[in-house]
């Protein structure tokens, strides 16, 4: 199964962009890059995905590197809101379903 | 927005005694989990549902665990004999059953189990 690797922790001010990254060199072809974010105290949240081409939604853009071992979410302009643990999550081999949460990211956002 | 909800928000249970832990699933969604995440620690799977049957369980879902979807609506987790390490927060999730590999899981609030 395809492994993530994303930093422990990054802080942004109020308002700038943040760039989140994800590391997932084993990545396989039709593997999906999916990413979920956890806010203080409630469950997850799912946040956007992506295959190969950039995408956008109303909550974030993921920016997928050419050869797909790598990507970046972006939040153009944090709010404290954004304040939460962010998981890039890839899918298993096999079929399954079940989403494998790692550490994830923890995002301080500073007004 | 249609939303999953779980109740209760909180429950408090001595050691040995059973729970339920219910769930509201998204309308029209078609695939049904339980995943748990003990203080401080990561959000593991428990188990998946579809077709009113388990199609994927965890390690940790043994013998003590069950799940049902009673009346098309409801989705329970229960929890024969409690432990103290089951304490934790239970999140219930749901999902369309879109194909296109899209793995959009909706997420409840959370019931906080805390075992005595």
């Known amino acids: 199964d395809a492994k993530t690797t994303q930093p422990n922790s990054m802080e942004s001010n109020e308002e700038e962009p943040v760039h989140l990254p994800c590391n997932h060199s084993t990545i396989s072809g039709t593997d999906y890059i999916h990413w979920y974010r956890q806010l203080p105290s409630q469950g997850p949240e799912y946040v956007i995905h992506?295959?190969?081409s950039n995408v956008n939604n109303r909550m974030a853009s993921l920016a997928i590197a050419e050869d797909r071992k790598s990507s970046t979410l972006i939040l153009h302009r944090a709010t404290l809101r954004d304040a939460a643990v962010y998981y890039c999550?890839?899918?298993?081999?096999?079929?399954?379903?079940?989403?494998?949460f790692g550490k994830g990211t923890k995002l301080t956002v500073n007004p | 927005e249609p939303e999953v909800t779980q109740t209760p928000s909180h429950q408090v249970t001595q050691m040995g005694q059973e729970v339920i832990l219910r769930c509201v699933p998204i309308s029209n969604h078609l695939y049904f989990y339980w995943y748990r995440q003990i203080l401080g620690q990561k959000v593991e799977f428990l188990v998946s549902f579809y077709n009113n049957e388990i199609s994927e369980k965890s390690e940790i879902f043994d013998d003590q665990f069950s799940v049902e979807r009673p009346d098309g609506s409801n989705f329970t987790l229960k929890i024969r004999s409690t432990k103290l390490e089951d304490s934790a927060m239970y999140f219930c999730?749901?999902?369309?059953?879109?194909?296109?590999?899209?793995?959009?899981?909706?997420f409840g609030p959370g019931t906080r189990l805390t075992v005595l």
């Open positions: 992506g295959l190969t």
């Open positions: 999730a749901s999902r369309s059953g879109l194909a296109g590999g899209r793995n959009e899981q909706f």
């Open positions: 999550i890839l899918p298993l081999r096999g079929g399954s379903e079940k989403l494998v």
